[in-house]
T-cell receptor, first 113, second 116 residues
Framework: GAGVSQTPSNKVTEKGKYVELRCDPI?????LYWYRQSLGQGPEFLIY????????DSGLPNDRFFAVRPEGSVSTLKIQRTERGDSAVYLC???????????FGSGTQLSVL | AQSVTQPDIHITVSEGASLELRCNYS??????LFWYVQSPGQGLQLLLK??????LVQGIKGFEAEFKRSQSSFNLRKPSVHWSDAAEYFC??????????????FGKGTKLSVKP
């Protein structure tokens, strides 16, 4: 596609449930990033993939969060046992090379009730 | 600790007036510096970036920023603001090398309002 696509755009879930958020990067971009943006804050780094492997996962807040990119293209961010504090906009970005211009998607608004 | 500070949470300027958004950073290594803009309902868009070389960088939409190492600053400027510039602006810093290149640290943002 023309840009980074994230689905769903909105996700409402109940505390304790499992959610998956999908990111479809720009074709050919080898680097893929997940960020989280809480209300009134700037984006906060979660994880970055170079190809299929996680090059830096230092931003994942705890072991309830996990992300995969099995074929080096689409990525899924998985959150287990969701908590109300997980409510935020989850942003995905991709770039042709690491650290260069990031192209962001419009995000998934996650609401945990 | 690595950090980015945007001291102004909200700025209002008149259309046609000049604009300067402040950004200060704390980073141990040689940083890459970025300004992103976020309009309502849209994804973050890169305005400009500084990697090396000329400390005055030009970006899209008539924006420019100046890197001042001695002040650890990377302020964003525009000589004449248009109503369509109303948005939230984020400064970010990243590693220039190594495995943490994808880990950008963002400031909390400055919301820009433009008066007619």
């Amino acid at each position: 596609g023309a840009g980074v696509s994230q689905t769903p755009s909105n996700k409402v879930t109940e505390k304790g449930k499992y959610v998956e958020l999908r990111c479809d990067p720009i074709s050919g971009h080898t680097a893929l990033y997940w960020y989280r943006q809480s209300l009134g804050q700037g984006p906060e780094f979660l994880i970055y993939f170079q190809g299929t492997g996680a090059a830096d996962d230092s931003g994942l807040p705890n072991d309830r969060f996990f992300a995969v990119r099995p074929e080096g293209s689409v990525s899924t961010l998985k959150i287990q046992r969701t908590e109300r504090g997980d409510s935020a906009v989850y942003l995905c970005a991709s770039s042709p090379t690491p650290g260069e211009k990031l192209f962001f998607g419009s995000g998934t608004q996650l609401s945990v009730l | 600790a690595q950090s980015v500070t945007q001291p102004d949470i909200h700025i209002t300027v008149s259309e046609g007036a000049s604009l300067e958004l402040r950004c200060n950073y704390s980073y141990g290594a040689t940083p890459y510096l970025f300004w992103y803009v976020q309009s309502p309902g849209q994804g973050l868009q890169l305005l400009l970036k500084y990697f090396s070389g000329d400390t005055l960088v030009q970006g899209i939409k008539g924006f420019e920023a100046e890197f001042k190492r001695s002040q650890s600053s990377f302020n964003l400027r525009k000589p004449s603001v248009h109503w369509s510039d109303a948005a939230e602006y984020f400064c970010a810093v990243g590693a220039s090398y190594g495995g943490s290149q994808g880990n950008l640290i963002f400031g909390k943002g400055t919301k820009l309002s433009v008066k007619p």
